[in-house]
């Protein structure tokens, strides 16, 4: 049976699509809440700049993973409602990267343009970083219809594929970044080629 355009298939609970989209919009909320709350209560630990900034890096990266993860579910469950809120997905994932950035910039290095500059050059895991960032605002800037029609939706699909390319170097970058405990970089990396790998093989099995 079909499910009405109003409502979204999710199994047991048939919601309006405003309703799961705001219930998706408070869940992907709810870390910078967390942060904003640790923040007015002392919660932020001896180094609070660097706390804050791995804490926005850490999201920044799930939810480039989560907003990944929209397509895979529909694969493998036949979930269709992540894919409708995908847009807003990866705007989270964009406000989570700009945050991290922001905080770099602004409050670890205080606009020293010549410093971060440096930085960008000679270290290896801000450079992919940097490189992450500039996609993922090139596809922000381009997630409205417009820029779809603008763009055609086949270059504009082309376009967006290279999420993929800057979740991977997200990940590179975390692992770059830490010297010693590997366990949490490469989990990460895991979910990312197995979101990556169930997409290949849908593709690869598809009736032609
Ligand atoms: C898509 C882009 C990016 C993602 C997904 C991302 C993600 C992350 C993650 C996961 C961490 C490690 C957090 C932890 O240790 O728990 C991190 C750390 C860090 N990132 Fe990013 N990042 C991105 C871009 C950038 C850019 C462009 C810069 C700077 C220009 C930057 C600067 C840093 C710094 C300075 C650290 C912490 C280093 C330290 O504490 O020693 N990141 N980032």
Not at 9 to 22: E, S, T
Not at 88 to 95: E, P, Q, S, V
Not at 97 to 115: K, M, P, Q, S
């Amino acid at each position: 049976m079909n499910t009405p355009a109003t409502t979204l298939n999710m199994a047991l609970f048939p919601l309006p699509y405003r309703v799961v989209w705001w219930l998706v919009f408070a869940v992907l909320s709810m870390p910078l809440a967390w942060l904003v709350n640790l923040g007015l209560n002392d919660g932020l630990g001896a180094n609070p700049i660097e706390f804050i900034n791995r804490f926005l890096g850490d999201w920044a990266l799930r939810m480039i993973l989560v907003s990944l993860a929209a397509t895979p579910l529909k694969i493998l469950f036949g979930w269709r409602w992540p894919v409708r809120v995908r847009r807003m997905l990866g705007l989270w994932a964009f406000t989570y990267v700009a945050l991290h950035i922001t905080n770099y910039v602004v409050v670890d290095n205080f606009f020293a343009w010549d410093d971060i500059w440096k930085d960008i050059v000679k270290r290896n895991f801000i450079t992919v970083g940097m490189v992450a960032f500039t996609i993922i605002t090139s596809l922000a800037a381009t997630s409205w219809n417009g820029a779809i029609k603008r763009m055609g939706s086949k270059s504009w699909r082309r376009l967006h594929k290279l999420v993929y390319v800057a979740a991977a170097l997200g990940s590179l970058h975390y692992i770059w970044m830490v010297k010693a405990d590997l366990l949490l970089p490469l989990v990460h990396s895991t979910i990312l080629a197995v979101l990556l790998a169930i997409r290949v093989y849908a593709h690869i099995t598809r009736p032609a």
